[in-house]
């Protein structure tokens, strides 16, 4: 009898060992699937935003933003961030009219985009945060995901005039 309690014991370690592998793997698995999720709809929030300030009048509001969006909505991946953060600074540089309804879609795809690319860095950080752990490292669970990567823009937000900015 005292042997089968050793098995006993051996089996049901080697069931909870096996248990959390797997849930560790499947962890890793949903973090970096939802990453690209994140990323993709991050993306599109990008190009809605750049159409969006394509659109505004280019008289009345200049030549610099509207080339800044056109080339937002052209740049190539390696180019992206450095398009989005022009497109950003004139945003924030024109003035812009509050009573425009297209200022106001772009102002509300701003927001959209900001809230986008927050839930990308959260979930960036969350799946590297997974990646760096040793037993992760040691048995390689993450070798069939590509390693995500943040978004590095400015803060896309844009307040009209008149608004608050925590509003």
Known sequence: ???????VTAALIVALVA??????????????????????ALEAHLVRRAAA???LDEERYGVELHAAALIALDAAPQEREAAENDL??????????????????????????TLARQVHTDLVRDALT??????????????GYERPRYFDVDDPGLHLPGELAGS
């Open 1 to 7: 009898m005292p042997g089968m309690w050793w098995m």
């Open 19 to 40: 248990a959390y592998l797997i849930w560790t793997a499947g962890r890793v698995e949903r973090l970096h699937i939802r990453a690209e999720s994140a990323e993709r």
């Open 53 to 55: 300030a394509a659109v």
């Open 88 to 113: 950003t600074r004139q945003l924030r540089g024109a003035d812009l009219d509050p009573r425009d309804p297209a200022v106001r879609t772009v102002v509300a795809a701003s927001r959209r985009l």
């Open 130 to 143: 997974a990646r760096r752990r040793r037993l992760v490292r040691l048995l390689r669970m993450d070798r």
